[in-house]
């Protein structure tokens, strides 16, 4: 046996992930060692330190570009950016599955065979507090995602799509309420999931056979080689792509979103929308950016009709959604949509323009779904769009901030909407890429009529019968949505502070 | 004439002139915002503010007359206003001897009928809110004329808009009171464009709306640009100031209280125009083609007014005709220019003495009258109401300029003036036609005070003894009549001197005139004393109280000769039917295409949905495809099928 070379490695650049990881073990610990009744507690508080502590470490961070272990991951610009913004986004969606006093013992559920209404349930209910594991696997998701948008070879970035992936499976499983309804579509999303791996690796086979190599860097001189067998490397990326896109929720790709959306546990489809949509779209910059940036007039029309497609799928189907985490769901395959098109100006801009979308974006989200945790009746949330008629009357704050939420979604000025979207349309406009602005601004004024219609109904229509009373939040559920719409409002009138700090952060490191 | 225009910084008392906008205009806010609550002593709080404004008028006023020569302007920038790219508007205000002439005729003929109006409207539910309105006007009104750029004059400009609007309409129950604040809105609103598009001109072509750079770099421009700025600047003060053919507003707003009447339509606002064309006296000098259309608009308009103004009945619409007659005056002499300019000022302040004067008299008439206001239903009121009649009587003897009264020193110079126009035929028509209006004024007012104050008693029956106006009303009524008989003899000289700065040194000329100085003034004399003397020996003995048949020229000027007939044909009905076709268009184009596309997302959303089974299998099988389709189109690039 030969001696084995062991690759410099740079701790400090790595730890936010390694910190996550490791408390994500500990937490696991923690649920054989801790009493059941401190478990949530500390349980909070673990995850809580350890996502603030791995934020410290990417601030502490904030001037390293490096590659390290052996080349497998790459701390630079954006992989610090976006994995702040992971984090940040993580603590307030933390926040949402923390909170346990809308409903008594929480909105997940202890143990997987325990249906509504049974025994458990009741005790649940009666105050045995309930499952924890949500916290490690939600740490273990967070940790994943950071590694994601770090990945610098292929593999590696396979091995984080999975270890975020495997935890969002097993976490969309755990609604305490309409337990068929998320057991579905945990299965769904698992069966998809996998099926889009395989995509994936499938893609990461050919281009290693295009490339003989799966680094980035590796990939990216391959590609200038005009010698090598173009179809494999074709199909690779197309292959790679179809991973990426799925997780990014991109049409043809999107059909999973709206049953998970729907069947997950709120405040997971709130970290879902938010986290898994920047993890995803990091990759992708990376992978575009750094690897196939040299058959960028390849790739950027195929992508550019799947950006447009997307766009018109959210908004169309969004015209006739009737449950309102549905509605979000089709909200969030239109902004994927609009985000692609920021991706797609393949110049700085695009890129920092995404990665504000993507924190804008994130923060009005979560505070979205905060607000859907709230109304609620005996069953659980009440997400049917009727149900919220003339809520307006009975609840002005809550549907007040709702009405604000929705407009920044729409896009109107003064909010981060409007500065988000002209981010990234402006960008694609001096990437040359107008036509995707033409369709992007024709489709965003097809979705601002879904939206417009909830705010009609919670202002305009008459309360009826069923108008389910709205839950007082309690402290993490207010300072969800407190810092949710203040970053909204502030992102929308003082935006540069961020865009200057996005702008810096756009530099790959190859 | 090459000189720069430099204003200096406001220093010491001076700095305080921003009080004389603000303190109106936070009256206006608190009676507005207070409500019922100032109900009781609103009123009182309106008159305080205007007559505190005064006497900072008169102490920022003294401060200026004790400046140096030379150096008779006070400039205050207050902060920026708009910043935009190359654009940069000040919040600035300047006082100059032109706005300060304005400030004290504001002020202390404003103060005078704010006094006034407490008794007039006395028995009035809304009489805080007139005060509020009153006292927003004021603010307005001085902001227009001590903004130091143009942009601020537009501020002020549509401020007076507003509050005359809000009280041309104040009784705005009575359907030809809201209409006429609709009228005057709509009208005004011509003239605004004209002159915002005037503003928007100066901005591309000096990169300024300062007063300063604008004047200064007027030189430079191009006689076609500046010919074009000027007219549009003409129309925004034809517009405002009711003259042709922007005139029909003006006599429908007496609509409104007749305090309004007087200190908005009469005094101030209706002279913003002269204002306008006085302030920007570099751009209409710079001219002569825009002078002859500035003289041309005021000898029409003061024809017109008088001749309309002889064939009315209605004591308030006389009045106003009068106006737009005596504004054409004051146009006349902007437009011919150089000394004229300040002779044009000289009329408007007497004109704001003596046309407040007998507004004011109408008013406490109709307050003694039970609001009538047809002069065939007047007559014998000597003997009822003195005071009112006396105090009316100077105000009519100076309106047609009989000496020593102020009209006579402020008119008969325009006069003189006009025919002194270096080309001979303008000097024969302007000429000729000032002095034709002269008379035909004589023969209109010495009707109107005849009809209303002589002759028999002609009276409805439900009046049995007319009383004379209380004490609020009188006393104001005298100081203006004071006014009315000093103000032209004390001005004459003095304020041509003091407005020397602003429209530059014009060494008095001898006259070169079609005719001698001396023999204008006694032809001038002699047609005032032929119309009041036909006047007064046709109505002497009263008139018929019903309408009688007239021949042509009578029953045109009965019917504002035919103008609003013209604006109906030409403006109105089109308007309408332009409105009415794209009302069709939207209804039936641009909703039905909009419709149309909602239905079709609408159901194109209902199908596609059908998609979304809920089914894994075919949800992978749609992934399979969309991979198939994704993977082939890359191939397809690749192999050059696409792209």
């Not at chain 2, 504004?327 to 000022?345: E, H, K, P, R």
Request: glycine residues 10%; charged residues 10%; aromatic residues 10%.
């Amino acid at each position: 046996m030969g001696e084995v070379q062991l690759p410099p490695i740079d701790y400090g650049a790595l730890s936010p992930m390694l910190i996550l990881f490791a408390a994500a073990c500990l937490g696991i610990l923690t649920e054989v060692v801790v009493p059941r009744r401190l478990r949530n507690g500390v349980q909070l508080g673990l995850a809580m330190i350890a996502v603030v502590a791995a934020l410290v470490m990417v601030v502490i961070e904030r001037n390293t570009r490096t590659i390290t272990i052996g080349g497998a991951v790459a701390v630079d610009g954006p992989t610090l950016f976006l994995q702040g913004a992971i984090l940040v986004l993580g603590a307030v969606s933390l926040m949402l599955i923390g909170e346990r006093s809308i409903e008594k013992g929480g909105a997940f559920v202890a143990q997987a065979a325990v249906t509504v209404g049974s025994q458990q349930d009741q005790q649940q209910a009666a105050g045995r507090p309930g499952a924890t594991e949500v916290y490690p696997l939600s740490v273990f998701a967070l940790g994943g995602m950071l590694l994601f948008v770090a990945a610098n070879d292929l593999l590696t970035m396979f091995v984080a799509l999975e270890v975020f992936s495997l935890p969002l499976y097993l976490l969309c499983a755990l609604a305490r309420r309409r337990r068929l309804l998320s057991q579905e579509a945990a299965l769904k999303y698992f069966l998809l999931g996998s099926y889009a791996s395989a995509f994936f690796l499938f893609g990461v086979a050919f281009v290693y056979g295009f490339a003989g190599g799966i680094q980035l860097d590796v990939v990216h001189e391959a590609v200038a080689d005009p010698q090598r067998p173009q179809i494999l490397l074709y199909a690779g990326l197309a292959l790679v792509a179809i991973g990426l896109l799925f997780k990014a929720a991109l049409a043809p790709f999107h059909v999973w979103t709206p049953d998970v959306y729907q069947g997950a546990p709120t405040p997971i489809t709130a970290f879902m929308a938010a986290c898994t949509k920047v993890a995803a779209f990091g990759a992708l910059l990376r992978i575009l950016y750094v690897a196939f940036d040299g058959v960028r007039w390849d790739f950027q029309p195929v992508l550019g009709v799947i950006a447009v497609l997307t766009m018109f799928v959210g908004a169309v189907l969004a015209v006739t959604q009737t449950d309102l985490k549905r509605l979000l769901a089709y909200s969030s395959i239109a902004n994927a949509g609009y985000l692609m098109v920021g991706v797609l100006a393949l110049n700085e801009e695009g890129l920092s323009g995404t990665m504000f979308y993507l924190v804008a974006y994130g923060f009005s989200v979560l505070a979205a779904f905060a607000i859907i945790s709230l109304v609620r009746d005996a069953d659980g949330e009440a997400t049917h769009l009727s149900r919220w008629a003339g809520i307006g009357r009975k609840s002005p704050l809550l549907a007040g901030v709702f009405t604000f939420i929705l407009l920044t979604f729409a896009g109107i000025p003064m909010t981060s909407g409007f500065t988000s979207k002209f981010a990234v349309f402006g960008a694609a406009v001096e990437g040359g890429q107008t036509w995707l602005v033409i369709f992007g601004v024709i489709s965003s004024m097809l979705l601002a009529f879904p939206y417009l219609r909830v705010v009609v109904l919670m202002w305009l229509s008459e309360p009826g019968e069923s108008t389910p009373a709205v839950s007082i939040p309690g402290f993490l559920t207010s300072a969800v949505l407190g810092l949710g719409v203040l970053v909204t409002v502030a992102l929308g009138v003082v935006p540069s502070p961020l865009i200057d700090l996005t702008r810096e952060a756009s530099q790959f490191v190859r | 004439m090459e000189q720069t225009v430099e204003y200096a910084p406001a220093t010491g008392v001076l700095s305080g002139i921003w009080l004389l906008v603000a303190i109106p205009l936070a009256s206006a806010a608190i009676l507005l915002l207070l409500g019922k609550r100032a109900d009781r002593w609103g009123h009182w709080l309106g008159v305080v503010a205007v007559a505190s404004s005064f006497v900072i008028g008169l102490v920022s006023f003294s401060a200026l007359a004790g400046l140096e020569d030379g150096a008779r302007s006070a400039e205050l920038s207050l902060w920026d206003f708009i910043v935009v790219g190359g654009l940069n508007v000040d919040f600035g205000l300047l006082l100059d001897p032109l706005s300060g002439v304005f400030v004290l005729l504001i002020t202390g003929v404003g103060s005078l009928i704010h006094l006034y109006a407490v008794g007039y409207m006395a028995h009035d539910p809304g009489r805080r809110k007139f005060f509020a309105y009153f006292n927003l006007f004021v603010a307005a009104m001085l902001l227009l004329v001590l903004g130091n750029n143009y942009v601020m004059l537009y501020f002020g400009w549509e401020g007076v808009g507003l509050a005359s609007y809000l009280l041309i309409s104040f009784w705005y129950t009575k359907p030809s009171a809201a209409t006429a604040g609709k009228k005057a809105f709509l009208m005004n609103r011509v003239g605004d464009a004209g002159l915002a598009i005037g503003i928007f001109l100066m901005f591309t072509e000096l990169g300024s709306t300062q007063y300063a750079d604008v004047f200064n770099g007027v030189s430079s421009l191009a006689a076609g640009t500046i010919l074009v700025m000027g007219l549009l600047l003409l129309l925004g003060a034809c517009g405002k100031s009711g003259q042709f053919p922007l005139q029909a507003w003006l006599p429908d707003a007496m609509e409104g209280p007749t305090p309004v009447s007087a200190l908005i339509h009469a005094a101030t606002m209706v002279t913003a125009g002269v204002y306008l064309v006085a302030r920007s006296n570099p751009i209409f000098s710079a001219n002569t083609t825009l002078q002859l259309v500035v003289v041309s608009v005021g000898a029409l308009t003061l024809l017109i007014g008088c001749v309309i103004g002889s064939a009315k009945d209605d004591i308030k619409r006389i009045l106003a005709w009068s106006t737009v007659s005596q504004i054409g005056y004051m146009f006349l002499g902007v437009g011919l220019g150089g000394a004229a300019y300040a002779l044009a000022i000289v009329h408007l302040l007497a004109h704001g003495f003596f046309k407040a004067n007998m507004f004011l008299g109408a008013g406490s008439v109709m307050h003694g009258m039970r609001d009538q206001v047809d002069i065939r239903r007047f007559g014998a009121l000597s003997k009822h109401m003195r005071i009112t009649w006396i105090t009316f009587a100077t105000g009519w003897l100076a309106i047609i300029g009989i000496p020593p009264l102020s009209g006579f020193f402020s008119k008969e110079p325009i006069i003189a003036a006009a025919f002194e126009r270096e080309v001979t035929w303008e000097a024969w028509t302007f000429g000729l036609a000032a002095l034709i209006g002269a008379g035909l004024t004589a023969f209109y007012m010495t009707r109107l005070f005849v009809l209303t104050f002589h002759g028999p008693a002609r009276w409805t029956d439900d009046i049995e003894h007319p009383h004379e106006s209380p004490a609020i009303m009188t006393i104001p009524l005298i100081l203006l009549a004071a006014g009315s008989i000093g103000a032209g003899w004390l001005m004459s000289t003095s304020v041509p001197d003091w407005l020397n700065p602003v429209f530059g040194e014009t060494a008095e000329e001898a006259a070169h005139g079609v005719l001698s100085h001396t023999v204008i003034t006694i032809l001038s004399l002699l047609v005032t004393v032929l119309g009041a003397g036909l006047a007064w020996a046709l109505f002497r003995n009263g008139t018929a109280t019903e309408p009688q048949p007239a021949g042509a020229l009578v029953t045109a000027a009965r019917k504002n000769l035919y103008t609003d007939a013209f604006n109906e044909a030409v403006f109105e009905k089109p308007g309408i039917y332009l409105t009415r076709a794209l009302v069709f268009l939207d209804n039936r184009g641009i909703d039905g295409v909009v419709n149309g596309l909602a239905a079709a997302v609408g159901g194109g959303s209902g199908r596609l949905r059908r998609l979304q089974t809920g089914f894994v299998r075919s949800y992978a099988t749609s992934m399979l495809t969309g991979a198939v389709l994704v993977v082939g189109a890359f191939l397809a690039i690749q192999l050059g099928w696409l792209a």
